[in-house]
């Protein structure tokens, strides 16, 4: 083991990170913000499902209309169930927060490497 590093456990080991990319409207920051907070809509519909460990929103310091959201599942499994489970409100939330991006962008699903 490298100092100054510790093993991880097996729970965090499970962790898949699904990561996406947004450039909020200049005039809807604040609407962006409070849905895609750890304390947001989608946070909430994610906390109903099994496999959910939290939500990170995280603003560039260069470009402040630019932000990546990572959703942190124990598994891609868990993520499809809630897709598959609450599909009706996955999508009638995404239609409503379009108004508050230019752009809307999957980076991907990230796990963490050994």
């Known amino acids: ?26 005039d809807r920051i604040e609407d962006f913000e409070r849905h895609y907070s750890a304390s947001g809509p989608w946070a ?24 990546l959201t990572i959703d ?7 993520y499809t169930a809630m897709r598959q489970r609450a599909a009706k409100e996955y999508e009638a939330l995404d ?7 230019e752009n809307e962008r999957n980076v991907g699903v990230f796990e963490a490497s050994a």
């Open 72 to 78: 942190r599942w124990d598994s891609v499994a868990s």
């Open 95 to 101: 239609r409503t927060c379009e108004a508050f991006t």
């Open 44 to 67: 909430e519909l994610f906390r109903k499902n099994a496999g959910y460990n939290g939500t990170q929103l995280l603003r560039d310091a260069e470009s402040p209309r630019r932000y």
């Open 1 to 26: 083991m490298v100092a100054g590093f510790t093993r991880r456990t097996a729970q965090e080991a499970a962790v898949v990170h699904f990561i996406w990319e947004f450039v909020a409207r200049p």
